[in-house]
């Protein structure tokens, strides 16, 4: 008899909780798709921005090599600033060209010739998140070439 009060029991409960996971599923979607969503855009915003960072670098880098082939300092700053801007021209969906100061330094080291060339860059369309840095917050891209006079 305790045996068969039991199974009914099981019975109703069963009857009462059906085995449809319908309302189960839909409230792990709404409680994990928003987890989801801010790790994928995360991805996606601060992979932006090392991609931005990347192409600064790059840009300071080419204005480098470019200023190393000028024979006095007025056409190796000519030549830095129109090789970076090139460069940034070219990265234009990524960088703005218009957001990033450029600064080309000359200076005397023994005899050596000393090319410093920095690009600040302030850009906030990528810090969309609350989580993700401004671009602003960085420090600019800075790169030193040396150029040595051949001849002695």
């Known amino acids: ?33 928003p987890v989801f969503l801010a790790i994928l855009f995360g991805i996606i915003v601060f992979g932006t921005q090392y991609a931005t960072r990347i192409a ?14 000028g024979l ?23 960088v703005d060209p218009d957001k990033a100061v ?3 330094d000359l200076a005397q080291a023994g005899q050596q010739e000393q090319i410093t060339i ?12 609350p989580f993700v840095p401004s671009l602003n917050d960085l420090a600019p891209v800075t790169v030193n070439y040396y150029v040595t006079d051949p001849s002695g």
């Open 72 to 94: 006095d300092s007025t056409e190796r700053s000519a030549l830095a600033k129109q090789a970076i801007s090139n460069a940034l021209n070219a990265l234009d969906p990524l």
């Open 1 to 33: 008899m305790a045996g068969e009060l039991l199974h009914i029991r099981k019975f109703f409960v069963r009857r009462q909780f059906p085995g449809n996971i319908a309302g189960t599923v839909s409230i792990e979607f709404a409680v994990l798709v």
């Open 118 to 129: 920095s690009i600040a860059y302030s850009d906030n369309r990528f810090a969309t998140l």
């Open 102 to 104: 450029v600064t080309v």
């Open 56 to 69: 600064l670098t790059y840009a300071a880098a080419e204005g480098g090599r470019a200023a190393v082939a």
